[in-house]
Nanobody
């Protein structure tokens, strides 16, 4: 599975961004897709994930300001983030959790930088 993330950039506080992640390869093995982020000096943390059936889970820091969605026909997951804060600045990584030959695996995209200016 390969993941191509896009949509990051520089935005002012209070603004919005939409991240996209396109999956390719063994896409039928993908169960859950989503986003994690990592700021300098901090651990990688959950932003939001969505299952193939549409169930979602959000991290506590973004759940009231973000919406994750999935277009299975396009093998793409979107993350709409609103009311962005400087603390949201981080590298955002797309993730895919798969089941292949009965074994779970995880794949990561290359990351896309989000910078929120105050």
């Amino acid at each position: 599975v390969q993941l191509q993330a896009s949509g990051g950039g520089l935005v002012q506080a209070g603004g919005s961004l939409r991240l996209s992640c396109v999956a390719s390869g063994n896409i039928f093995s993908i169960n859950v897709m989503g986003w994690y982020r990592q700021a300098p000096g901090k651990q990688r943390e959950l932003v939001a994930v969505i299952s193939s059936g549409g169930s979602t889970k959000y991290g506590d820091t973004v759940k009231d300001r973000s919406t994750i969605s999935r277009d299975n026909a396009k093998n793409t997951v979107y993350l709409q983030m609103n009311s962005l804060k400087p603390d949201d600045s981080a590298v955002y990584y797309c993730n895919a959790a798969t089941i292949e030959d009965g074994r779970p695996s995880a794949y990561w995209g290359q990351g896309t930088q989000v910078t929120v200016s105050s």
